[in-house]
């Protein structure tokens, strides 16, 4: 297929991105509006002297947590719910313009928390965006609260039961839990009990392992309860684990142009795709933080195909895992499985 007609075919294909972080969708151009509409001042840093000087430093970053710095330094911008709204609303826009009808996305309370932001304000403003999405642009989403590893556990557990008191959960406001921020360091399994209660009450849970870490962080979080690996791209270190993990279908969630970003590899060719296709290990391809790393969900599939080049059907599979293992009831499955057919047939 040429190129114009593969770029038709992955920009038309059903898409479910399970893998961005609405804070991550914060793009330079936001930050400074938000800054202005808040009477904020930016850190003193020369990074934030422009538009142009803060997406210049996101062509340079040096490992997780050179980004995650950034990351949490630009958050300081969103203070009421609308913020939170208008930035949810903006990733829901550019994903429906890139493919997305299904997305689950991550967001992180307590970084705002700390800050003074109210939980409520936080989770109210980011579901009237998914709202929205769900209302105007037919996506359905998913939100996924995410405790953060450079944090004490202590304040994971206070959110933990606030998160438990709100009734999210059972009001079908957050569906889910994951963790995230910096991998390696802190200890592997510092949220299980968080994890054992919440396993127990059957909530979805998901973790960033094996991104900068080793295998050993994805078994640990499959030990204490994860269903899902956000990354582990390290999977391949540890064979009989991946033979685990193709066994019993647990989906990761990877993020290809996250992780050349992160300098996690050298090149996208470097992400194991065909070795996870090889070994029937499912996985999505994500954005992870499109803001900070240039690329939506479509770029990191065209950043796939380039290093890969994979054929309609290796994509059929890709995009077909993706509907399946995404936290959905069987009703929107089948409605998504038969879009992604419609559109395959069109290329073969
Ligand atoms: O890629 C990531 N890894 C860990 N934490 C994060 N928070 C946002 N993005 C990431
Ligand atoms: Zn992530």
């Not at 499109?290 to 290093?307: D, K, M, R, S, T």
Request: glycine share 6%.
């Amino acid at each position: 297929m040429c190129q114009s007609k593969i770029h038709e075919f992955l920009q038309g294909l059903p898409k479910c991105e399970h893998h961005v972080h609405l804070e991550g969708c914060l793009t330079p151009e936001l930050t400074f509006q938000l800054a202005s509409r808040n009477g904020i001042t930016l850190p003193d840093d020369p990074a934030y002297a422009s538009v142009d000087a803060l997406k210049n430093r996101f062509e340079r970053f040096t490992s997780l947590d050179d980004f995650l710095h950034y990351y949490f330094e630009s958050m300081a911008v969103l203070r009421s719910e609308q913020d939170f709204a208008d930035l949810a609303w903006a990733y829901f826009l550019q994903a429906d313009a890139d493919g997305v009808h299904h997305a689950e996305v991550f967001f992180d309370p307590q970084v705002h928390q700390e800050r003074g932001i109210s939980y409520e304000t936080v989770v109210n403003g980011f579901s009237a965006g998914c709202k929205r999405a769900e209302q105007e642009l037919g996506i359905s989403t998913r939100l996924i609260l995410c405790f953060l590893r450079h944090l004490p556990v202590a304040s994971a557990n206070e959110l933990y039961d606030q998160f438990l008191a709100s009734g999210h959960y059972e009001a079908g406001v957050i569906h889910g839990l994951g963790w995230s921020s910096s991998e390696v360091g802190p200890p592997k399994d510092m949220f299980r009990d968080i994890y054992a209660s919440a396993a127990a009450k059957k909530i979805p849970l998901t973790a960033h392992a094996g991104e900068e870490g080793d295998a050993s962080y994805i078994s640990t979080a499959l030990e204490v309860g994860a269903q899902r690996i956000d990354h582990g791209i390290n999977l391949i270190q540890d064979p009989q684990l991946m033979q685990r993990v193709a066994k019993e279908s647990i989906l990761l969630s990877v993020c290809p142009v996250s992780n050349l970003k992160l300098q996690c590899v050298k090149s996208i060719a470097e992400v194991p795709i065909r070795k996870f296709l090889e070994a029937g290990v499912k996985f999505s391809i994500n954005s992870d933080d499109p803001a900070y790393f240039g690329a939506y969900i479509l770029g990191n599939y065209c950043a796939v195909q380039e290093a890969f080049n994979l054929s309609v059907l290796e994509w059929r599979i890709i995009a077909e895992n993706s509907v399946q293992e995404s936290w959905i009831p069987n009703e929107r499955k089948a409605e998504l499985l038969a879009k992604i057919e419609a559109h395959v047939k069109r290329f073969l």
